[in-house]
Every structure is written in structure tokens, then in C-alpha cells.
């Protein structure tokens, strides 16, 4: 088959990224010079403008229209504006290959310079592995599925891009998930660096600690962001189905958050070494993992994966391998990272244990009934299905338990729990969350399920939200700036808490009505009467839409207005709803246009009411600026460890004096 320029560019980034690897070797396994250690990291920065000029290639073809390129025929067409022609750049299986490996050596150059005042062999560590990773997937979109293989014929026009992917969310959704899935790349490195240098100290997880809250933002983000997408485009009024993909997604932001809190124990207590290395490695090998899923064609039931490849027996050796090298590093390390003493169950660092074992075997459960369907047809030749139910009853004792956790790990001791401290901040939060669940109750919500999780929910919030004004008022407003950490994370959980709250009332009190009317008829729905208007025709960009004017009126007063509407798409000849919704602090009135019949003068609307749904989109934006604000945080950290034997002295007066044994 016939390739483009950028193949060249790709296959010259390649040969670059193996001579580094090569030299990171070098300086790893012998007393080298400083020489070849820069020329690693000059061929390093070199790979990544090389991979810079190929993705620019690409998306120059894509906007100009090149079709030329199969790529570019099979994802756009003339027609499609600019926004999704530069999204088109992830929209398929080898330009998303082609974006990671972007993503991947833009983010080892960052760490090259990040790390520069470290020693040689810690830095070549965590280079060479970030290295490898790149070097890997840009084999795999060079050599197994490539973005600019050309066409045997020059067409005129495209075939356009999937329909679904023609909205907002999706222009920002997918990259929001690749940094995310990428950038867990760094904090195992930097686990890798420290066990083979028998660094037993929290240096690693300090000097990681940004990576790890940057990533976890943008997969919080983008995860979130998917779920909004499906809100408004799939139309069927939900958000989360438990769709493997989308589970792939989760899977590594589960442990994630486990590693972070794991971390807090390993640096302020010297404790949870093991487990945080593990968890490390856990969290980067799901996110191959779940690049398998989505891209393998193994979950080809998904509306969400890429067609059957024959790449996921690489991501299958590419997983193997990186799990083979970390239990050799850390059976090593073995001694040095036991836990001396067995964990106090009444103190803080049990809590935290107890909700990292929540955390696995919640991320066990939702693999195990993911993969259920694959593996029951491998094994008895016969595909089971699991219901949104079966997920819901599996997760939701975990997340409980997670919540209830959560709140008295804040509230409880580090060592050994003092009674009377633990019972007078106590008590304020249960009664508060009582009072909240008493709330619920008299607004006319009822259910075991759901108002147990409304109970573990306040309590986080509670917990979190009277343990700062405690500290303002002891320390006065400035401990707001002077503990970012603290109110960070306050932020993050209360927005979880919010988010836990989105979940639960819409998912259990939603209420839905599917109505057969006709233009200028009314129907009454909850609290609301909506008014029915004519259909109307309007031609878009590359589609005809047919849409009806649907007036919301609250006691005889117009409110809003809605227009759902149903798309005809000029390439795929399908028929698209697009829905509409108004958003509110109680809850979200959503209506979807089903059908029409002019002629007979019928409009079938489905309408539904969605309880506190924005307070899912709310909470996660508050979690993603809490853990930002959070981060800030982190320079002290690392002052304290420059003494690190993984660390060089950062230090101009020592330097001289300062000798890294790992030099």
C-alpha cells in the first residue's frame, strides 16, 4: 500500500526513539558521562518534533480536505465544518494512535526538563520507561493501522464523519480521556526509577504527586464529559449505561483515587509502600487495559469502540511486559516496602486501607461483570448479558461503604483513635446528615438504596465542610491559602458529594411520560404544561432537520422554550434525534422528539424529568478545581525531599558538597 509523507516522519521518530532508549540503557548500566545523557534527551526532543510534524500533516489533510488519504476519506467530507474536521484527528483507530503518541512525547519532554536537577539514573529511569510507552504506540500507528495510507484513487468528497460524533462533548471528550490515560505514564515511571534504585522513601510519590492529580483532573473531566455527551446526544435521557467502554474509563480512575490517597499514608506516615507501588503500575497497566477494550473489537456491542483490529494482541504483550518488569523491580524492593507493623483499624491509616481494599474490589467486580459477556462466550459458547441492574447492585454497597469511609477517615486520628475528639466532630456531622436524609423523606423521595447512599453522601459532606470552618475559625481565613492541600481536597469531596446526590436522585426518582399529540394541543407533565407548536424543516451544514416548537409554561406564565428535533444526514442516510433539555437546580425537564406525521397532524414526544441531574456536571466541576487548587501545594513537598537518594541536591549551595549515590 502506497504511504504518505508523514509515514516517513513517523518511521524517522521511531529510529530516534529507539537510539534514546538505547542511551537512557547507557547511562542506566554504566558510570557514564554527562555526554551521552544529553544526546538521550536531544534525540528525545527531536522524536517529539518529528511526531509534532506528522500530526500536523494530518490535520492539514483533514482540513484542506485531502482526500487523498483513506483517513481522510473515511472521516470527513467537505460539508463538515472545521471544528470536526481538526476532531476527526481522534475520531478513528489510527489518528487517535497517532494523537496519544503526540500526547505521550510532548509529556516525556515536559518530564525531561520537569526533572532536570535530578540524578542521571533516576532521570533515565523515568525517561526510558515514558520513552518506551511513546516508542510503542507510535509503532502501532505506523506499522499496524497508519493514518496516511493513500487512497489507489483520488475521490472527490468524503464519507463524513459518524453523526454521534458531530457534537461539542465529542470535540473535547476524547482528548480530555487520552491526557488522562497518558499522563498515568509518569507516576509509574517514576515507581520504576525508585524500586530499581532501592529508593525506599516517599520521594517518588512526592516528586509524582502533580502528574498524578493533573491526569486524574482531565480523566475526571473527561469521563464526566462523555457522560454529558451521551445525556444529550444518545437520547435516551441517561447518562451511564455501564457500557464497557465507558467502564474501561472508570477502571483506572477507581485505583487512581485509591494511589492518591495511598500516597497521603506513604508520605506523611512511611506507610503503604508496597501498595502505593502497586497501585501505580495497577492504574497505568488499566489504561492499556482499557485501550484494549475500545480498540481490539473485542466489546464490539459498544456504541463507543473502534471496529475489530488486529491490535489487541500488542496491547496484550504491551501489558505483560510492563507487569513482568514492575513484579521483578518490586520483588527486589520486597523487604524494604513491607509494612512493619500490621494496620490499626481505629486509626486513620486503617480507614484508608480499608477503603483502598474497597476501591479493588469494586474495580474487580465492575472487570470481572465487563468482561462476563467475552468470557462466557469463550468459555461456554454462549453470551451472557449483564443489566444495568447487576452493575447497579454490585457498585453501589461499595460506594457506600467508600462514602461512610471517607467521612471518618477525615474525622478519625493517624496511630490510634482518641473517643471523645472522634465523637464531639462526630456527632455534628451525623445529626447534620439526618437532618438532610429527613429532608429527602419529607420532599416525598423514598427507597432503602437511595436514601442510605443520601446518608453516606452528607456525611462526606458534612464532615469536610464543618472540618474547614473549624480551621478558619482557629486559624482565620488565610489557613484557606496556607493548607491548600486541605481545602483542595475539601472542595473535591463535597463536589463528590453533590455528584453522589446528581446520581442518586436522578437514577431513582426520574419520571417519564411518552406523549401522541398534535400541533396546537398542550399536555400537562409534572408541574409543567407544555404547549405543542408546528414542525418546521431547516437545512444545516451537511444534514435536513425537522424539529417542533415545544412552549414550557409554570402556572399560565412561558418559561422556556424547547425545539427537539430529528436530523436526516446527507452521507449516512440515517435519522439522528437531537434532544432537548432545560437545565435547573431541581432537576432537568428533557424532551425527545420520536416521530411525526404531518399529513395526520400527530407529534410523539417523549418527555422526561431528571431530578438534580446538574448537580452531576456541578460537582465534578468543583472536584476537578478543588484538586487543582489542591496541587499548588506541592513545592514544599518536594523541599523536603531533595535528601532523597533518588533526588540531585536542587540546592546551589550544596551542590558542591552533595554527592547522589545514584550518580
Not at 40 to 59: E, H, K, M, N
Not at 250 to 259: Q, R
Not at 462 to 467: N, R
Not at 613 to 619: C, E, F, L, Q, R
Request: proline content about 3%; some cysteine.
Amino acid at each position: 500500500m502506497q504511504m504518505g509523507q508523514g509515514f516517513v516522519v513517523q518511521v524517522f521518530a521511531i529510529f530516534l526513539g529507539f537510539l534514546a532508549i538505547v542511551m537512557y540503557i547507557a547511562t542506566i548500566n554504566e558510570k557514564t558521562r554527562t555526554s551521552t545523557f544529553k544526546i538521550a534527551g536531544g534525540l528525545l526532543a527531536a522524536q517529539t518534533l518529528l511526531i509534532t510534524i506528522s500530526v500536523f500533516i494530518l490535520l492539514n489533510a483533514l482540513v484542506t480536505s485531502d482526500f487523498a488519504y483513506v483517513y481522510v476519506f473515511s472521516y470527513t467530507e467537505r460539508s463538515l465544518s472545521l471544528p470536526y474536521k481538526v476532531s476527526a484527528l481522534w475520531a478513528g483507530q489510527a489518528g487517535s494512535l497517532l494523537f496519544w503518541s503526540w500526547l505521550a512525547s510532548i509529556f516525556t519532554v515536559f518530564e525531561l526538563w520537569r526533572i532536570r536537577e535530578h540524578g542521571h539514573k533516576y532521570q533515565s529511569y523515568v525517561l526510558l520507561v515514558s520513552l518506551i510507552t511513546t516508542t510503542f504506540f507510535l509503532i502501532l500507528c505506523t506499522f499496524v493501522t497508519n493514518p496516511f495510507e493513500m487512497m489507489p484513487f483520488s475521490r472527490m468528497d468524503g464519507q463524513g464523519m459518524n453523526p454521534m460524533l458531530q457534537n461539542p462533548g465529542m470535540m473535547i471528550h476524547p482528548p480530555l480521556l487520552y491526557i488522562g490515560f497518558v499522563g498515568f505514564m509518569i507516576p509509574f515511571a517514576h515507581s520504576i526509577a525508585a524500586l530499581n534504585l532501592k529508593d525506599a522513601s516517599p520521594y517518588w510519590v512526592k516528586n509524582s504527586r502533580p502528574w498524578t492529580i493533573f491526569t486524574w483532573i482531565f480523566l475526571t473531566a473527561g469521563i464526566v464529559l462523555g457522560a454529558w455527551w451521551a445525556y444529550v446526544e444518545l437520547g435516551w435521557g441517561g447518562y451511564w449505561a455501564w457500557d464497557p467502554v465507558e467502564n474501561a474509563s472508570l477502571f483506572p480512575w477507581i485505583t487512581a483515587t485509591a494511589f492518591i490517597h495511598a500516597a497521603i499514608i506513604y508520605e506523611r506516615r512511611n506507610r503503604m509502600k508496597g501498595w502505593s507501588h502497586c497501585l501505580s503500575v495497577i492504574t497505568f497497566g488499566l489504561t492499556v487495559f482499557g485501550t484494549y477494550l475500545t480498540r481490539s473489537g473485542i466489546m464490539s456491542d459498544s456504541v463507543h469502540s473502534f471496529g475489530k483490529s488486529a491490535l489487541g494482541n500488542f496491547f496484550i504483550f504491551f501489558l505483560l511486559l510492563t507487569t513482568a518488569v514492575f513484579i521483578v523491580s518490586f520483588y527486589k524492593n520486597r523487604r524494604e516496602l513491607a509494612d512493619k507493623t500490621n494496620f490499626n483499624f481505629t486509626s486513620k491509616e486503617g480507614v484508608f486501607f480499608l477503603a483502598l481494599l474497597c476501591f479493588l474490589a469494586l474495580t474487580l467486580a465492575l472487570i470481572f461483570y465487563t468482561m462476563l459477556p467475552v468470557l462466557s462466550e469463550i468459555i461456554l459458547s454462549n453470551k451472557m448479558s449483564v443489566s444495568i441492574a447487576s452493575f447497579n447492585f454490585v457498585s453501589i454497597p461499595f460506594f457506600t461503604v467508600i462514602f461512610f469511609l471517607a467521612g471518618i477517615g477525615l474525622i478519625i486520628s493517624y496511630n490510634k483513635m482518641n473517643p471523645d475528639q472522634f465523637v464531639r466532630q462526630y456527632i455534628p456531622v451525623l445529626i447534620a446528615s439526618l437532618i438532610a436524609v429527613a429532608v429527602v423523606i419529607g420532599l416525598g423521595f423514598r427507597g432503602v438504596s437511595p436514601l442510605v447512599i443520601s446518608f453516606a453522601a452528607s456525611t462526606v459532606f458534612f464532615a469536610f465542610l464543618f472540618q474547614g470552618v473549624r480551621m478558619i475559625m482557629k486559624s482565620g481565613v488565610t489557613v484557606i491559602y496556607n493548607n491548600r492541600r486541605f481545602f483542595g481536597a475539601a472542595v473535591v469531596h463535597i463536589g463528590l458529594a453533590m455528584m453522589a446526590f446528581g446520581v442518586v436522585f436522578s437514577s431513582f426518582y426520574s419520571y417519564e411520560s411518552d406523549e401522541m399529540t398534535s400541533s396546537g394541543s398542550s399536555f400537562v407533565f409534572d408541574r409543567y404544561t407544555l404547549a405543542v407548536g408546528d414542525v418546521e424543516h431547516e437545512d444545516g451544514r451537511n444534514y435536513e432537520a425537522n424539529y417542533v416548537t415545544v412552549d414550557v409554561y409554570q402556572q399560565d406564565k412561558l418559561i422556556f422554550t424547547l425545539y427537539p428535533e430529528l436530523r436526516e444526514y446527507y452521507k449516512s442516510q440515517n435519522i439522528f434525534g437531537e434532544v432537548a433539555y432545560r437545565s435547573m437546580m431541581r432537576g432537568d425537564l428533557y424532551t425527545i422528539l420520536q416521530g411525526f406525521d404531518k399529513g395526520q397532524n400527530i407529534v410523539r414526544l417523549s418527555v422526561i424529568f431528571q431530578p438534580l441531574i446538574v448537580w452531576i456536571w456541578v460537582g465534578s466541576i468543583l472536584m476537578c478545581l478543588g484538586a487543582a487548587y489542591a496541587v499548588t501545594q506541592n513545592k514544599s513537598a518536594l523541599k523536603q525531599a531533595n535528601d532523597s537518594p533518588g533526588a540531585a541536591d536542587t540546592s546551589k549551595k550544596n551542590k558542591s558538597v552533595t554527592k547522589r549515590k545514584n550518580d
